[in-house]
């Protein structure tokens, strides 16, 4: 018989290891050797935190009571897991992106970043799981007593609830050493993790152990066993078929919803073959844990007294064949099941707890909220210890009111069905993007209250809470609210009742709810992102970071993430957008990473309002979606504007150029020319000069010598005053003074006045005349109109190279016009020319220096000043002048 | 969601096998529920004239299915990993489809 003392020091011992175990593999993923504690066989293990005490002992005392039906809470596990594809893969991908915490942020991070939901969904946890620690806390105890009284009669002269007392409070310890170390960015607790694998495998050789002792070493083999059972009073197939179906599916779902249970699967891992791993792994661990729990029962049965406590079957028939070590071996088992489920599930709550309550509270508290001066985290810190302390407090002072009473299995029940409502909100938002947070509110609320007035009340008794008139009559004789019997339904299983009501009132009230409320658009974003998480598993939201002011982040993230992590976080960031020194500047996208990392730590709703409390924009509203889109839509117009606007400049200063260039060609010409006509008026000043010198000082000279001399300055003066009467006839024209002395005259007529002026000295020029069918009558100046013929005429005469040089002149009539052409046979002018030959000063190629270059400029100044126009056309082989006069000028004449 | 312009309307031989063991991998969690809820369908001793199912035809019978399960899951778990070595990227793929 082992001794109670002996028991505990065994206890102390494996507490020891326990502790050395989660110190080493701390160390280790410090110093970033901790590879191997992120294996899929960890991951795996770490998962049997399902299998509690409860399932330790309970399952046995189950099997002793009812039969194959313990076996329900191992399947809804186990077609969880087999069936990942469906729920986890999208659990665990979303919980990676969106950096979830714990069941709590998921649901309030889906629906909007609401608190409120938060705060309701850890309130619910905490109620729903703090029977279940007791629930550990009373199966510790109880076997402790065991072994101080192997006959479970009295309790040994052992105080239970000083017992239950140190229990609580070690396993405390243990939560807030390992659990709140720090504050890690990613929710992680190598430590406990590596503890709860090892104490998953010590509970599966423990539970092994005393199943091969009891099939092998009392009942003698398989086929023995397999007779015994069919002998026993359980041997034959009994069961109830709604508690069968309904427990597959309420272990199922309290699989996925259990806090704990979320902080393993999705929190602790991040890596999706691990899941597909444990999705074949992890069945056959829970196929192993229940393998051997209808003989253990069978046997239980057989050899011990009647009235013997089932539930602690695992241990007693071991004692009770004299199998001390085998007996401590199991104690140790259902010691590691109850620790470790106590310890994860405190480390989820606390984290709810002090995420979605206390911070929440205490930034309130602190008035200017996220801008308060000191560090953040040990504030986290010291909430989440407190949450822990509290949160096992509560259920040891569950065990106490309680005393221990009931059957295991059944407060584990309850507890599942509590946890449970959590579903619909849960798979309805990572499935149904039209999810709403009213909906989601209304159907928890719901399916707690009923869950509360179902199950949880009556779990403590008739005239506990509930008394019993309230279960015979309903309260206030009201017959349908019966609370084992809702709306008359009567004669079911309670706890089938309860799941069965509670959860179709749940999801009713969520889909009505989400159906006709409309949500904010916050909601809407982060739905679209859970739903299609695999199609984009990036984020659409942005803050509109104008408001915020790095250096106020900065101070905010140090005092949250640490100050080295967060300097860290930002020079990284800095570094990226390629900014000097420690600060980023403040982008939507940084600001999203920002708040991901800091929500790592305290949740996303708090996250969310700390930074929208320093950027300012505390959610996204259609407004802001609408302004974004404006802004845009601006942007887009004045990129157009400037675009028209570039090439509108472009274009002005290519004219600028060409400009340019034309004016510097011209003042060229000019320079050219007054060397030019300096020269020209030089030359005949100087014979005029010579001659008249010859005159005046040569006495003797003939008369006809005398006549010759004279007649050369007359011609020079008359070169001289031609000369300068174009130079003034253009200036006039120019400036417009010029009076035009209007007559009505035929156009043919002023051709021929021009050509016979022209040809009065005999030229070599062939003139041909091509006329129109009618005689064109004009009305205008007819002596301007001529001298502008005149002009042309004897430039071609002069410039004309042509072996035969001939100019044709054609009348033409043209849509409204009357135009002459004048067209000759010569040397095209060369095309770099062309814009200049109507400027003044302008000579091509002037070899004999008789033209002053000013006549085709007077010509155009005549035909502007005439209403009309006159132009230069380029031939293959030759050259046209055109003038034209406009219709009016000539229909007038008629 | 629009991304891929012109997803081929027949896939290779490889993504196309993948797919389909994708396919039996989520129908196998629907094939353990019917075959667990039999028992539901099994004669009980207390009511009617057929003798009730033994224990031992019981356990035999649960966990015979649940290991029948587990190899299932394993084996479409190793041929999915032999299938998918080449094109990791197909499975992301797929999840966007029906």
Known sequence: MASLNLLIGVCLGYVTLLFGVAFVAERAAARGKGAWLR??????????????????????????????????????????????????????????????????????????????????????????????????????????????????????????????????????????????????????????????????????????????????????????????????????????????????VLSGAAFLCLPRMFQVLVVEHDDERHLHIASWAFPIYLMLMSLFVVPIAVVGLDLLPAGSNPDLFVLTVPLSQGQDGLAILSFLGGFSSATSMVIVATLALSTMVSNHVVMPIYLSLQGEGATVSGDVRSVVILSRRASILIIIALGYLYYRISGGSGALAAIGLISFAGVAQFLPSMLGGIFWRGATRVGALCGLVTGFTIWIYASLLPSFGTDVVLSQSVFDMGPLGINWLRPQALFGVDGLDPTVHAVLWSLLLNTGAFVVGSLVSFPTPLERLQGAQFVNIFAHSGHARGWSASVAESEDLMIMAQRILGAREAQDLFRTEARKQGVDGHLPEPTPDFLQRLERELSASVGAATAHAMISQLVGGTSVSVQDLMAVADESAQLLEYSSQLEAKSSELSHT?????????????????????????????????????????????????????????????????????????????????????????????????????????????????????????????????????????????????????????????????????????????????????????????????????????????????????????????????????????????????? | MGKEQNPPVFLERRSYRQRRLMDALRLLPLVGMMLWMVPVLWPVADTGDVPPIKMSQAITYVFAVWLALIFATAGLWSRLNDVSSGNPSDDDAETTGP
């Open chain 1, 39 to 248: 294996s899929p066989l960890v991951y795996t293990l770490s998962l049997s935190i399902y299998c509690t005490a409860w399932t330790f002992y309970g399952a046995v005392g189950y099997a002793a009571r009812s039969g194959m039906e313990f076996v329900t809470i191992y399947l809804g596990p186990s077609l969880v897991m087999i069936g990942w594809w469906w729920v986890l893969r999208k659990l665990v991908r979303i919980g990676r992106t969106q950096r979830v915490t714990s069941i709590a942020d998921l649901i309030s991070s889906r629906y909007g970043k609401s608190n409120t939901l938060a705060i309701i969904v850890t309130v619910m946890a905490v109620i729903g799981v703090t029977p279940y620690i007791a629930l550990q806390l009373q199966s510790v105890t109880l076997s402790l007593s065991i072994f101080a009284d192997p006959s479970g009669a009295t309790d040994g002269g052992m105080n239970l609830l000083s017992a239950g007392f140190w229990v609580a409070l070690g396993l405390a310890l243990f939560t807030v050493l390992f659990g709140t170390r720090n504050l890690n960015a990613n929710e992680r607790h190598d430590g406990v993790v590596i503890a709860v694998a090892v104490e998953a495998v010590v509970k599966l050789i423990a539970l092994l152990a005393v199943g091969i002792f009891v099939v092998w070493g009392i009942s003698g083999g398989i086929t023995e066993t397999m007779a015994r059972i069919d002998a026993s009073e359980i041997g034959q197939w009994h069961m109830d078929r709604s508690r069968w179906a309904a427990l597959t």
């Open chain 1, 653 to 894: 200063a290519l004219q600028l150029r060409e400009a340019n260039a034309k004016l510097t060609q011209l003042s060229v010409q000019k320079d050219a020319f007054l060397s030019q006509i300096s020269h020209e008026l030089r030359t005949p000043m100087t014979s005029i000069r010579s001659f008249s010198e010859i005159l005046r000082d040569t006495k003797r000279l003939s008369g006809e010598e005398k006549t010759k001399y004279a007649s050369i300055i007359h011609v020079e003066a008359i070169r001289l005053t031609r000369l300068l009467d174009d130079l003034l006839d253009l200036s006039v024209l120019e400036n417009g003074q010029v009076s035009l002395n209007e007559a009505t005259g035929a156009m043919d007529d002023v051709i021929d006045h021009a050509v016979a002026t022209t040809q009065a000295g005999g030229a070599t020029l062939r003139i041909a005349r091509v006329n129109g069918p009618v005689r064109v009558m004009v009305h205008t100046d007819l002596d301007r109109l001529a001298q502008v013929f005149i002009n042309l005429v004897s430039n071609a005469q002069k410039y004309c190279k042509a072996d035969v040089p001939e100019l044709t002149i054609e009348l033409r009539e043209e849509q409204g016009n009357v135009e002459v052409y004048f067209t000759d046979n010569g040397v095209p002018i060369p095309n770099d020319t062309r814009a200049l030959i109507f400027e003044k000063f302008a000579r091509i190629d002037d070899q004999d220096g008789s033209g002053a270059g000013l006549g085709l400029a007077i010509c155009r100044e005549i035909m502007a000043r005439l209403g009309g126009d006159i132009f230069y056309l380029p031939m293959t082989n030759g050259n046209r002048f055109v003038v034209r006069l406009p219709q009016t000028l000539a229909l007038a004449a008629q």
